[in-house]
């Protein structure tokens, strides 16, 4: 059964500065997702990392996989207001699993 | 292009009621997903629809939970008696991925939700 794990689950972090979300799963498979959701609101897709080695980067957020590990890594670079959300990794495999999702305030 | 639709966005219901959510997705999305999501936790698979077919339905506790997809089109979720422990914001997803025919990044793209609560 695919297991999908994050941590940390809770991070308050001060504008300006750097820091990395983990996310481990248990078995091997295809495709592993990024998804942000604002309280209240909806999921909505950041990454999608097909291979090992791959990373993808979209403004201050940068995603990477690695396979043989099994782990995935957010990183967020010089840390904005507007990037405060719940941040979960999802995998496909036999079925799709979303991690319990790292709830990241940014404070001024 | 339009968006996964839901209804309604709010349901308030007492327990052993019955409760219907539906679900439109994206024009030409043939696989559509229905999540359980608790408060505080990440959503929960509960059942896959590739056309009109289900892919997998291995979390959907089938002895209270019904869902249909007829057509290959729009969806219901039911919950038929409800329990207070089914208070959760239901999702629906829909993606482009169909059998014989993978899509490479097979992204999710979520509806709005429908939030219940059960008294």
């Known amino acids: 059964e695919l297991k999908v794990e994050q941590n940390p689950l809770f991070l308050s972090m001060q504008e300006g500065k750097n820091y990395t979300i983990y996310c481990n799963y248990s078995?091997?498979?295809?495709?592993l997702y990024w998804y942000r959701q604002d309280p209240g609101k909806s999921l909505e897709s950041l990454f999608v990392l097909l291979s090992n080695g791959a990373v993808k980067q979209e403004g201050r957020l940068m995603a990477s996989l690695d396979t043989k590990a099994r782990l995935s890594t957010l990183h967020i670079t010089a840390a904005v207001h507007d990037l405060s959300a719940t941040y979960f990794c999802a995998k496909d495999g036999q079925n799709f699993v979303f991690g319990p999702g790292t709830r990241l305030s940014v404070l001024p | 292009e339009a968006g996964v639709a839901q209804s309604p966005r709010y349901k308030i219901i007492e327990k052993r009621q019955s409760v219907a959510f539906w679900c439109n997705p994206i024009s030409g999305h043939a696989t559509l997903y229905w999540y359980q999501q608790i408060l505080g936790q990440g959503p929960k698979l509960l059942i896959q629809?590739?056309?009109?077919?289900?892919?997998?339905d291995s979390q959907l506790p089938k002895d209270r939970f019904s869902a249909e997809r007829l057509k290959g089109v729009d969806s219901t979720l039911k919950i038929q008696p409800a329990k207070l422990e089914d208070s959760a914001v239901y999702l629906c997803a829909s993606s482009l991925e169909r059998l014989g025919k993978v899509v490479a990044k097979n992204i999710q793209y979520f509806g709005a939700g429908t939030r219940l609560s059960v008294l």
């Open positions: 078995t091997t498979s295809d495709r």
């Open positions: 629809f590739q056309n009109n077919g289900v892919v997998d």
